[in-house]
């Protein structure tokens, strides 16, 4: 709220009374000279029931495009309830009033899919070959499918991009994003996407708690606000500007966050749907003005024909650049890794018993063995096991942990039963020794070493859901300070146990050396020659998966 208090207090202040609505409407006060950006949030029962205002929504805008000079119209998700037939012939035909006249991004929000599916009739109302013959329109994700899309256009002068993403982004979905931004990285970016910010002006993040309707895991692989944040948006020194809808209760909310290039990027949120009738057909009006820094945000509703005022609802924000060539410094709580994986798989490929499981930095490949089926790769970088005990699982060479005076085992995993009894997702060992990451129970966790069938191990209970994913980092070092063998455990980046040990794990006989039978979805394994820092563990969790930062 302090930047929301700072960016109005630049320009004219609003009425005091806060969400009130006010009085002036008719004019609706515009700088001769700004473009407008129109925004449209969630209109999901506006196209089931109160089809009225979300047809004086796209009149209004149509009617007004060359006075208030509207550049685009950007819909925030939810166009409509159920994924129904009647709402989407709603929302085409509204939507149409904008044809040749405006053009506009779309995003599928959740009740755009049908029942927690990607599934959607999104690109059967708005055909992706009709977006293609605009000028404006950039391209897609996916061929054939609207849900990721992004449109070229100009604002008094200057290039911009408008990136529109699913809800819940896939990390695959991401990877595409940082690589449109970055072709485009001459121009400001705007990223729109339904689901982002929370209450309270943070942003959905599934490690605060339980938060409804979150659009982490949905569909089994969606990213919530704060993991887009971390993946895409504070990595390009050319976004400016996220917008959101989704929130019910509230429904609004700004703040303005710090790239890793210095540049100001401004979040936004706006949901009317609380208001009686879907929203009463309040939308945003986004105002660039002639000094081309300066954006003034209005609420309008064509229906009722007012404004309202309150300090999210009409303020301004000044447009900052990056301040900076290199990205920031990595803040002290985390830390680059000193030296790269020497073993790392990440599942590429597809296949099913005796495929190959590449080792990506060191060149000790695995076996598949799943003559039954139970475990493949499923071509999207992931390695799936179906069962938990006496079923597939992937044969790895012994000496990635045997004969190590100091090694980490770290791995990307979301289980995928309910029930687990001592399985190990990764197992070092024989019948006397043993190396390994084990569970009890689904949040029941064990890191535990074993010499001659005697074990020393790190106990603890773990939050822990069938369908979420886990980080999960073990450390040994034989010759940590003070002498003594040390262990370590992390879930989430966070450490959850550090304790000495009198086993040399350089001494013990870990002749079996495998990944399962464990049920889960594997993204990605790795292991390295040393002992990662709490900071180190903190920074990979962050990056997720598929990047590794390596101090230069």
């Not at 050319?238 to 959101?244: A, E, H, L, Q, S």
């Not at 709580?333 to 020497?342: F, G, I, S, T, W």
């Not at 073990?474 to 966070?494: F, H």
Request: charged share 25%; glycine share 10%.
């Amino acid at each position: 709220m302090a930047g929301a208090a700072t960016a109005i207090a630049a320009l004219a202040a609003p009425s005091a009374a806060a969400g009130a609505e006010g009085a002036g409407a008719l004019e609706l006060p515009f700088v001769e000279g700004s473009t407008t950006v129109a925004v449209l949030p969630d209109t999901q029962y506006y196209s089931q029931r109160f089809h009225q205002h979300f047809e004086a929504q796209t009149r209004w805008i149509a009617d007004h495009h060359r006075a208030r000079n509207i550049a685009y119209t950007l819909h925030l998700g939810d166009i409509v309830q159920n994924d129904a037939r009647p709402e989407w012939e709603v929302a085409r035909r509204c939507m149409g009033m904008l044809d040749g006249k405006v053009p506009y991004l779309l995003v599928p929000g959740n009740h755009d899919y049908s029942g927690g599916t990607r599934t959607t009739r999104l690109s059967a109302y708005f055909p992706v070959a009709e977006f293609e013959a605009w000028p404006s329109f950039g391209g897609v994700f996916e061929a054939g499918k609207l849900d990721n899309s992004y449109h070229l256009f100009r604002i008094l002068g200057r290039d911009w991009i408008a990136l529109g993403l699913e809800y819940g982004p896939r990390q695959k979905t991401m990877a595409w994003a940082n690589d449109v931004l970055a072709e485009h990285r001459d121009r400001r970016a705007i990223i729109v996407t339904h689901g982002y910010l929370f209450y309270d002006n943070q942003r959905y993040d599934h490690r605060r708690g339980k938060q409804r309707a979150t659009p982490h895991l949905y569909a089994g692989d969606g990213a919530d606000g704060e993991q887009l944040w971390n993946a895409v948006a504070r990595r390009h020194p050319n976004v400016m500007i996220v917008i959101c809808g989704h929130v019910r209760t509230g429904g609004l909310g700004y703040r303005a966050s710090e790239g890793d290039y210095g540049n100001t990027v401004h979040e936004m949120m706006a949901n009317y749907q609380r208001l009686p009738a879907g929203g009463l057909g309040y939308m945003r009006l986004l105002e660039f003005q002639p000094d081309r820094e300066t954006v003034r945000v209005r609420t309008f509703s064509p229906s009722v024909n007012k404004s309202r005022d309150s300090e999210l609802e009409d303020f301004a924000f000044t447009l900052q650049g990056p301040t900076r060539t290199a990205p920031r410094r990595t803040p002290p709580d985390l830390a680059p890794l000193r030296a790269a994986p020497v073993h790392r798989y990440s599942f590429g490929g597809l296949g099913g018993d005796g495929a190959v499981i590449g080792d990506l930095a060191g060149g000790a490949d695995g076996t598949l063995r799943a003559a039954d089926g139970s475990a493949r790769l499923d071509g999207d970088g992931r390695l799936v096991i179906d069962r938990s005990a006496a079923a597939g699982y992937v044969e790895l060479p012994a000496v990635l942990v045997g004969g190590r005076r100091a090694v980490s085992m770290e791995f990307w995993l979301t289980p995928t039963a309910d029930a687990y009894d001592w399985n190990a997702p990764v197992y070092f060992g024989d019948r006397d020794d043993a190396f390994y990451y084990t569970f009890r129970t689904l949040t029941k966790h064990r890191a535990e070493l074993i010499d001659d069938r005697h074990n020393e191990d790190i106990q603890r209970t773990v939050p822990a859901e069938a369908g979420r994913p886990l980080h999960v980092v073990m450390t040994y070092d034989q010759g940590a300070a003070g002498g003594a063998p040390e262990i370590a455990s992390y879930v989430d980046g966070e450490q959850n146990g550090r304790m000495a040990t009198a086993i040399e794990l350089s001494g013990l006989d870990l002749r079996d050396a495998r990944i399962g039978p464990f049920a889960g979805i594997y993204d990605e394994l790795r292991f390295y020659d040393y002992a990662l820092t709490p900071e180190e563990v903190r920074n990979n969790f962050r990056h997720g998966p598929d990047r590794i930062e390596v101090a230069e």
